[in-house]
């Protein structure tokens, strides 16, 4: 019997002894996270699926995990033995996680989840759903019954950010968060976003991997800030911060009693998309709620000219830790000794010699050759392939500075592409350039400009299955909203200021993966009689390998803006190099125009 079928094993004895036929164990933690501290990896534990996104159900008789496009590979790989059934969300046979459950249960049953993992609106919708269906939802931590080894939560001290990279003071930031609760007619509001969290008191740490974020809540109202941390991870000099900024701090858990103890009449606003409904549950049920959307969550997206100006810094220095590691590559991939976990080891070398540099955004994804194609790989020893002077290399990394966070994917052939590899790469960049190039009317949403990245590809029946743009923090989450580029719907408009990425892609299972990433900075374009007009300024700065481009396909205006971006890139990254780096960047650097003749 594998582990993790000894672990179902287990698993389905809580669920008999709790009289429940269904548990549903999410991958996230109480705070909505993507990247989550080890203590709250119950999913991975169950499963032994470790990608961001996915979410387990596991009856007395069966069991699946529902995860999107980026990961089917991978799940395939890491369910094997389990027992646990791949549901590919968004294929027409998949059926929808709850429907499933239903039609594996009967009238009067009950399913168990951990509170603490779902949003007010996730739980909500599923007990509508369920109760629709005669099956009672009730809230039991079962994963806690049976999971007796797992690690404790991190204890690591916090650290303030520097005003001087992030531009506003905590108080300043309680200021206009203050005003914002005041429009929403709330006395009040609980906080329980890391990133938010991180954001709206300047501290940061390294609670979870990539994002340096504080494991904490946090209660504001109009005369008071709370943060609810754990008292290790404090030091007398965050106290005495904390303290000049009107913060008072207490307890991590003592948040349930603070919402215990509201007022009557007080009103409090909850992000049902973020706050968790065990701390829902908290709150009197007298107590007025306004479920909206963070006003932290909107105020962070858009960057000030301190933060942007160090995206910037940033981006160049990691054009040049890029320079310096894709010469090594081509000086050494001849040698047969090149694994994609080792070149994903020289990245991180080069960037940690850089001024500022903190860690890695999110784990770097080094995939060669069929590897590429798996859209979220991540390499193990076991998967580790040796690199040679072949095939394709998709390489999709990025750098968490003090001046910003940096995420870029760049596709390069290690030798002669073929026909089809030039043909999918070039669709994959005309779709980027249309994106890069577009000027648009204020007020209008991402949704409305992912058909620009996709049309190339559509055009020859091609396609892919992943946003085509998510927002970045500034020393933040690699993944931030609420602002988006991708087909689903979402009514966050771009304002000028917001950091997004730029991504299609394309791939071709057991062949080759593509991608082509630079971060994109919202900026105004134009006013006419017809009103405000937005564009995007590409903030990435590191050629694109020009060794791919079928320029057959690439038209004059797309050839301008190639040449305009290596001319930038070039300008840019060669006061920060030596000679020999210049002259290898100049070569990559070179105009669509050399390719022809």
């Known amino acids: 019997m594998t582990q993790q079928k000894q672990r179902i094993e287990k698993l389905h004895q809580a669920m008999k002894h709790a009289g429940v036929s269904a548990c549903i164990v999410p991958g996230t933690d109480p705070h909505a996270s993507e990247y989550i501290a ?5 999913r991975e534990w169950i499963s032994g699926f470790d990608g961001s996104a996915g979410t387990v159900a596991l009856t007395l008789e069966n069991g699946g995990l529902w995860t999107d496009s980026r990961y089917f590979l991978q799940g395939e790989e890491q369910l094997a033995g389990s027992g646990i059934e791949l549901m590919k969300q968004g294929l027409p046979e998949t059926p929808e996680m709850i429907a499933w459950i239903c039609s594996q249960l009967k009238g009067g049953e009950r399913v168990a989840v951990n509170a603490q993992m779902f949003s007010v609106n996730s739980f909500a919708a599923m007990q509508n759903e369920f109760t629709a269906n005669g099956i009672q939802l009730v809230s039991l931590d079962l994963i806690a019954e049976v999971w007796i080894d797992r690690p404790s939560l991190p204890e690591n001290p916090f650290y303030i950010f520097d005003t001087k990279y992030n531009g506003q003071s905590a108080s300043e930031k309680l200021t206009v968060l203050r005003a914002q609760l005041s429009k929403s007619n709330a006395d009040m509001m609980v906080v329980s976003a890391l990133d938010d969290i991180a954001w709206l008191y300047n501290i940061r740490s390294n609670d979870v991997a990539y994002n340096p974020v504080v494991i904490a809540y946090s209660l504001v109202s109009n005369s008071k800030a709370t943060l609810y941390i754990d008292a290790e991870k404090l030091t007398s000099d965050t106290k005495q911060y904390l303290e000049t ?15 215990k103890a509201i007022p009557y009449g007080k009103s409090i606003l909850i992000d049902g998309a973020k706050l968790n409904q065990s701390l829902n549950e908290a709150i009197p049920t007298i107590t007025p709620r306004r479920n909206l959307m963070s006003p932290i969550f909107k105020l962070k997206s858009i960057k000030n000219e301190t933060e942007v100006a160090g995206i910037r810094w940033a981006m160049t220095k990691d054009g040049v830790a890029l320079t310096r590691f894709f010469m090594w590559l081509e000086e050494n991939v001849k040698t047969g000794k090149l ?23 999110f784990g770097t994804i080094a995939g060669y050759k069929a590897h590429g194609a798996i859209v979220h790989y991540k390499a193990t020893e076991k998967s580790d392939a040796t690199i040679k002077p072949e095939g394709i290399l998709l390489l999709d990394s990025g750098g968490q500075y003090l001046d910003g966070t940096t995420d870029i994917t760049r596709t390069i052939t290690l030798s ?22 577009a000027i648009f009317p204020y007020g209008t949403r991402g949704s409305q400009l992912d058909i620009l990245a996709r049309k190339a590809l559509w055009d020859m029946g091609l396609n892919y299955g992943h946003g085509t743009g998510h927002g970045v923090g500034h020393f933040l989450n690699v993944h931030e909203g609420p602002q988006s580029i991708r087909m689903d719907e979402n009514a966050t408009i771009l304002h000028p200021g917001m950091i997004i990425s730029n991504e299609p892609g394309m791939y071709r299972t057991d062949k080759h993966g593509i991608r082509i990433e630079n971060l994109v900075h919202v900026i105004p374009a134009v006013s006419t009689e017809f009103g405000d007009f937005l564009e995007f300024e590409t903030l990435t700065l590191f050629p694109i390998d020009r060794n791919l481009i079928e320029i057959m396909l690439i038209n004059e205006e797309e050839s301008e803006w190639i040449d305009d971006y290596h001319r930038k890139v070039f300008e840019t990254l060669a006061p920060h190099l030596t000679n020999e780096e210049q002259d290898w960047l100049k070569e990559k650097c070179k105009s669509i125009y050399d390719l022809i003749f």
Do not use: C
């Not at 080890?38 to 119950?42: A, I, L, V």
């Not at 900024?245 to 919402?259: R, S, V």
């Not at 089809?420 to 190039?437: N, P, Q, R, Y």
């Open 339 to 361: 694994t994609e976990l080792s070149i994903s080891q020289k990245l991180y070398d080069f960037r940690h010699a850089q001024e500022n540099f903190v860690g890695e955004s």
């Open 245 to 259: 900024q009107g913060i008072e701090t207490a307890p991590y858990l003592a948040i349930y009693d603070a919402l």
């Open 416 to 437: 002669d592409a073929t026909r089809e590899e030039k043909s999918d790469f070039t669709l994959v960049l005309k779709g980027h350039i249309a994106l890069a190039k």
């Open 38 to 42: 080890d203590y709250w990896k119950e």
